[in-house]
């Protein structure tokens, strides 16, 4: 891992969050002992959308029970679980972050799917795995971090076997105008790669992909943000799990930003399926 790379690690480094999320289930009636998916469904997918969006770039990527999937960027291992336990195939997350890997084996051992779901701290540019290794990989939320998106799609075409499907879900560019932050993915734009979904397409193109599909997630990003608004006038306050422990102190900066930015089209969460040739 490089200092750039060491930068990144530590913005999303939270410094204590196994604990931190062993008292939110505490504080939701949930702690100690074996966990279902619905317990940790607040906060378990950092991305826009949560699970409804991992749900459909799941469709996307036609997951079998003998097929091998590498999730890139998996943080704390949400997603990854999610394809594991839905559709019965073997999982490798891979993230910069060690504390994300380390809180994925926990709450993976807390689920009863360790057996199905492996983690690795490394980098999307330098993937710790032979040439032809998975048959799909997903990518939810990770290039913003990344200024090389060539490098980025090469190295996932490295691992995958011809044939395989990417399934890529990132924050992108749709709209011109200064981007607010702090961010989820950065406290500034030092850090910040955003990058329009024709520049994924042209960094896919010249990895060795074929488009298959795209889509903007906008509006379901924005009904996202809706009902997490709703629920905590509700309730009074954020839940004691919720995605706020992930993002830190500074999480309601950031969710007005993304909100705001949103809703001026400046970004959009967007989805696109490519095949390598």
Aim: net charge negative.
């Amino acid at each position: 891992m490089d200092a750039f790379e060491e930068r990144i690690a530590r913005h999303y480094t939270h410094g204590a969050l196994t604990a931190a999320i062993e008292r939110g289930l505490q504080a939701s009636g949930r702690g100690g002992g074996e966990l279902s998916d619905a317990d940790l469904a607040g906060m378990d997918e950092f991305h826009m959308g949560g699970r409804e969006a991992t749900a459909a770039l799941a469709e996307s990527l036609d997951l079998k029970p003998e097929m091998s999937l590498l999730d890139i960027g998996c943080g704390i291992g949400g997603a990854a679980r999610f394809f594991a336990q839905r559709f019965g195939c073997r999982v490798t997350g891979v993230d910069l972050t060690p504390e994300y890997i380390e809180t994925a084996r926990a709450l993976s051992m807390r689920l009863g799917v360790a057996d199905r779901v492996e983690f690795h701290v490394g980098s999307a540019l330098a993937l710790p795995f032979a040439d032809e290794s998975f048959d799909a990989a997903s990518l939810l939320h990770v290039g913003m971090n990344i200024p090389d998106k060539r490098r980025l799609a090469a190295e996932t075409a490295r691992v995958l076997k011809r044939g395989g499907t990417i399934a890529v879900y990132d924050i992108m560019r749709t709209g011109s105008g200064a981007i607010a932050f702090p961010m989820p993915w950065a406290a500034s734009e030092d850090t910040s790669f955003l990058a329009t979904p024709a520049d994924y397409r042209a960094a896919l193109a010249a990895a060795g992909f074929d488009i298959a599909g795209e889509r903007d997630r906008r509006e379901l990003a924005l009904q996202m943000f809706a009902r997490m608004r709703a629920k905590m006038a509700e309730g009074g306050g954020p839940p004691p799990l919720g995605l706020h422990i992930l993002m830190g102190k500074d999480a309601p900066a950031k969710i007005a930003n993304m909100v705001a930015m949103l809703e001026r089209e400046r970004i959009a969460p967007v989805e696109i399926i490519a095949h390598r040739a």
